[in-house]
């Protein structure tokens, strides 16, 4: 999820979408076992099928609270979390940095802990999740009126993650068929 001025970037959450059922997964690099517990990854099946792996909040140095005034990354997490909602995946998951607040803004949002106070990379951080299908994350209200002007101005901002992705496969598939009869 990017957010920009014109040309220019203001910010970006990287979601990646994902099925844990599939061992490879849970054998990726999000999943270092020097930060991620064997105990927590081999429960993570248990939780759902549908995860979205939330791995890196990116601000322009300009947009940052200290430059800019602005609270630029609870916006970014308020766009994320809407976003989120829509697509409803069984479990999102993350890092969140404690020494930046990150793992405050997740915690108002409803984030349940599954491991806390481990390290990434020096840096501490909590392991979290949501879990949108059982319970919304919440949406800080302040920001309702520019989520609402996101989503009027990106017919994808709110469009369900796996229906978009289930209709471009179909429509592919449509494509290959006419091919064939063509």
């Known amino acids: 999820l990017g957010l920009s001025m014109g040309k220019n970037p203001i910010g970006m959450i990287c979601h990646r979408y994902v099925d844990i059922r599939h061992s ?3 054998k990726d690099s999000f999943f270092h076992r020097g ?8 429960r993570l099946p248990q939780l759902g099928n549908r995860f979205v792996l939330g791995s890196h909040v990116f601000i322009h140095p300009d947009f940052r609270k200290n430059a800019s005034g602005l609270p630029t990354k609870n916006l970014l997490c308020a766009l994320s979390f809407d976003h989120l909602n829509y697509s409803k995946p069984d479990v999102v ?3 969140m940095r404690k020494d930046k607040g990150m793992h405050d803004v997740f915690y108002k ?4 802990t599954l491991h806390a106070d481990t390290n990434w990379y020096q840096i501490p951080v909590d392991l979290i999740a949501f879990f949108p299908v059982k319970k919304p994350i919440l949406v800080d209200p302040q920001f309702k009126d520019t989520i609402e002007q996101v989503s009027r101005g990106c017919e994808r901002f709110r469009k369900n993650f796996y229906e978009r992705q289930f209709v471009r496969e179909m429509e592919n598939e449509s494509e290959r068929q006419n091919r064939r009869a063509g």
């Open 93 to 95: 998951l993350g890092m």
């Open 35 to 42: 930060i991620w517990p064997e105990d927590v990854v081999s």
């Open 109 to 112: 949002s409803g984030a349940v």
């Open 24 to 26: 490879s997964v849970r």
